[in-house]
């Protein structure tokens, strides 16, 4: 037996409608389009979800301390570095070449190399043509040069032969500040193949001598007496460096020695 529903045919359910209808394209409100999740709850005052906040970069200058401290200690190693190698190519060139980029230099060697040349020792006085002489005809005997500091002059005739061996001769005048003197003094005190006298008639207040060249100067606080010493002591040697400066004349005066030991004529 067949149950129908009365008033007629099958009915479906009513729908109840609140009166909105959702705009054309847009989801039902409480959904979001294209997800199956409910949408966030409501902000209050009726407005939708909160959109999420942006951060905002905060612009910071550059750090110029740092930077300025980095380049400078760029610009400094690159000047040591800088330094050694110019140094150590200066170092490697030949003394004679080091010797003649001083400033001020005499090479005599190069310029008057007639005047060094000689046969043999002599005795007695000698004359030269240089004043203090830096080389040629010379007595036998040296002077001792193992850092002596004379207080008066020496023979030329004996310091002419320590050049030939080697040494660097420190001449001043006797007027030289004592202070000065000090400083000279200091140079040569103690250090082999050197000597250091007072010299009179002196055109400039001090003379260096080494066989072959020589250099003038107004002070002892000039760099270029450690220049001078550093390059021609030993090597402007015309003997080699094994020649001795021990075991020579170690009085002063300018007399030769041999005429000095030699009692008066009548």
Known sequence: MSISTPGG?????????TGKKPAAGRPASGAKAGSGKPAGPPRAGGKGPRKPVTPVKVSQGRAWGPIALF??????????????????FQGAKPWDKRA???????????????????????SGPLTWKYSPPVGGVHNAAWQNCMGDVYDAPIANEHAVHSLEHGAVWITYRPDL??????????KVRGVEKMLMSPYEGLDKPISLQAWGYQLKLDNADDSRIDEFIKDL???ASAEG????????????GTTPRELQQQPPTQ
């Open 241 to 252: 460096p094994t020649a001795l400066c021990n075991t020579g004349i170690t009085a002063t």
């Open 71 to 88: 380049v400078a200690v760029g610009v400094l190693a690159a000047g040591i570095i800088g330094y050694g190698a110019w140094a150590s």
């Open 100 to 122: 003649n980029a001083i400033d001020g230099i005499s090479n005599i060697r190069k310029s008057d190399p007639e005047s060094l040349k000689y046969e043999s020792h002599k």
């Open 9 to 17: 045919p099958e009915r479906r359910p009513t729908v109840v409608s």
């Open 177 to 186: 500040p004592k202070d000065q003197v000090d400083k000279l003094a200091g």
């Open 233 to 235: 002591r030993v090597n």
